[in-house]
């Protein structure tokens, strides 16, 4: 790795560290916007902001970006979208781990970056990844919608389904269903250690970083065979 992706790498972790630490007073002061256009708010932001209930937390996990980042750009072998991809993995699995939620904007460049990657690096038939994608749409917009309803209660959140449609685009639907399986067998391997540790059910478990656990392995040990 030369020293201007090592720089660049660097900065990247000083960004999304940054936007960790920030995210909590950001939703607030946004919903804070939101609300004030609807209702007339007598407080100020800074007190809204002081009454949310995402509060900051002890981002200990995101120090270890400093040397995450960097060590994704030594592996000459992954093309430069997919490196980008798993940076976004990364810090959308701690976001979710923390808060429970994502950032559209992120999970939005996630599809830009397999684009880029289905456009330019490439090198087979794209038809099978063009089926995955319509596929996975009608998945997560239809199947687990009326699943859903039918149970009344929620089986996967929106931004885990955004994330799925996201990385579509790099496999075939076959392989989609093998990420989907390995996702969930690594979430429910999770829960049950919690369980056998804490001796209590996990009160709600973050799905994204086992999604990011099994695109890893995807890449990385090749199961299932990317580009």
């Given at each position: 790795m030369n020293l201007l992706f090592f720089i660049f790498a660097i900065g990247l972790a000083w960004w999304f560290q940054r936007a960790l630490i920030q995210f909590p007073q950001r939703i607030a002061l946004q919903l804070y916007h939101d609300v004030k256009h609807i209702y007339p708010l007598t407080i100020s932001p800074e007190e809204f902001i002081?009454?949310?209930?995402?509060?900051?937390?002890?981002?200990?996990?995101s120090s270890h970006f400093y040397w995450l980042f960097p060590l994704i750009f030594i592996f000459s072998d992954i093309d430069?979208?997919?490196?980008?991809?798993?940076?976004?993995?990364?810090?959308?699995?701690?976001?979710d781990f923390y808060y429970y939620l994502s950032e559209l904007k992120y999970l939005l460049a996630i599809f830009f970056l397999s684009v880029?990657?289905?456009?330019?690096?490439?090198?087979?038939n794209i038809l099978p990844h063009l089926w995955s994608l319509f596929f996975t749409l009608q998945i997560f917009l239809i199947l687990i919608p009326l699943v859903s309803l039918v149970l009344q209660k929620e089986i996967l959140g929106w931004g885990d389904g955004i994330l799925f449609i996201a990385l579509s685009?790099?496999?075939?639907?076959?392989?989609m269903i093998l990420l989907l399986l390995f996702s969930s067998?690594?979430?429910?391997?999770?829960?049950?250690?919690y369980f056998l540790w804490k001796k209590k059910q996990i009160p709600r478990l973050p799905f994204i970083p086992f999604i990011t656990l099994s695109t890893f392995t995807a890449f990385i040990v090749k199961i299932p065979p990317s580009f």
């Open positions: 002081k009454g949310s209930k995402l509060p900051p937390q002890q981002y200990k996990w430069l979208p997919i490196k980008g991809i798993f940076i976004l993995l990364i810090y959308l699995s701690l976001l880029t990657e289905l456009t330019y690096y490439g090198n087979e685009l790099l496999f075939s639907f076959e392989q067998l690594f979430g429910l391997a999770y829960a049950f250690g």
